[in-house]
């Protein structure tokens, strides 16, 4: 429950910056995250629990935009074509930003130029399971 905490906490100290930049307080109307996975699943999850202790935070709506699809592309896509006005945000992990994109020739964003990192939000081991046996 602490690291959750501090994973929304993180992300909204992250963001304070951008409000001196808007011309408002911000957030000043709902903050959308893309997340390019299926609902249900971790990222989604993540999203969520972050969402929810920002709008708490920053009374402002934090919505969640599910976009799965094409490995990340679609949500990808989604994001470059919302408006640059700070509320649009992807939730994603890093396979999607170093590796998509050399084996998908419709990944067509570029780390730096199109998109920039805001904050680590969460962390979660990969592993590889087998049997002992033999087959």
Known sequence: MQRRFLAAAGLALALSPLASLAQG??????????????AGGLPDTVARIVAQKLTERMGQSFVIDNKPGGNGVVAYQSLLAAPNDSHNFIVSDGSMLSITPLVNKSATY????????VSLIARSPLFLVATPRPA
């Open 25 to 38: 307080a911000f957030p000043n109307k709902p903050v959308r995250f893309i997340v390019p996975y299926a």
């Open 110 to 117: 570029a780390v730096g130029k199109d998109l920039m990192a």
